[in-house]
């Protein structure tokens, strides 16, 4: 049972280099999250879905197209990349449309854009 | 002004003292309340839940939740090495706000022998 896996854990990417970053689970949550942690920051939220089929920007989009694919998995595209988005990337799940709800996070993938 | 203001820290404590984190709120729908701890380069886990205002114990750690004030607070007794992360509080609730967290900056703590 692995939870929420993300892939790669690890990339380095040259500017205007594009790449896709995987989330999959398999505890069959409704909503899955994308966001990104840098130093002093926190975390903020960049895309999520509610739902199967529906997407919605967070608070800092620009830069990123996501994809449900289907429930389980939900992916977040970075078509030209900058040095801008070197970041920690977390994907996360959780029962959404309820609010109490506990989010579940993966391991991260750590961009460094060069 | 973010939603959710908390100080970063660094924070640094012998073994033995009592933490306290804090996080303060601007949004009154929020209604549940939540503490995540993030050991280096790993995802934040749930640490504590709290529901609308009061306090919830759960062994060396209290959370305490002050809506009137819109302040929240994470305690930790006899703190340990292990207890060295990052702490960040959350919080969701109705309408807009339904179903998402927001997070807080979190609070880098250690805990030194």
């Known amino acids: 049972n692995a939870g929420v896996t993300q892939t790669p854990k690890f990339q380095v990417l040259k500017t205007g280099q594009s790449m896709t970053l995987q989330c999959a689970q398999d505890?069959?949550?409704?909503?899955m999250y994308w966001y990104r942690q840098d130093p002093g920051m926190g975390l903020r939220l960049i895309y999520y879905s509610a739902s199967e089929g529906t997407t919605d920007k967070g608070e800092v989009p620009n830069g990123y197209n996501v994809s449900r694919l289907n429930k389980r998995e939900f992916s977040l595209r970075l078509e030209s990349a900058a040095p801008s988005q070197t970041s920690v990337y977390f994907c996360?799940?959780?029962?959404?449309?309820?609010?109490?709800?506990?989010?579940?996070f993966g391991q991260g993938t750590r961009l460094t854009v060069v | 002004q973010k939603e959710v203001e908390q100080d970063p820290g660094p924070l640094s404590v012998p073994e033995g003292a009592i933490v306290s984190l804090n996080c303060t709120y601007s949004?009154?729908?929020?209604?549940?309340f939540m503490w995540y701890r993030q050991y280096s380069r790993k995802g934040p886990e749930l640490l504590m839940y709290?529901?609308?205002?009061g306090n919830k114990e759960d062994g060396r750690f209290t959370a305490q939740v002050d809506k009137s004030s819109k302040y929240i607070s994470l305690f930790i007794r006899d703190s340990q090495p292990s207890d060295s992360a990052t702490y960040l509080c959350?919080?969701?609730?109705?309408?807009?706000?339904?179903?998402?967290?927001?997070f807080g900056r979190g609070t880098q703590l250690t805990v030194w022998p």
């Open positions: 996360a799940i959780s029962n959404g449309g309820r609010a109490d709800t506990e989010a579940f």
């Open positions: 959350a919080m969701s609730g109705r309408g807009s706000t339904l179903g998402r967290l927001y």
């Open positions: 949004n009154s729908a929020f209604q549940y």
């Open positions: 505890m069959n949550h409704n909503s």
């Open positions: 709290t529901y609308s205002s």
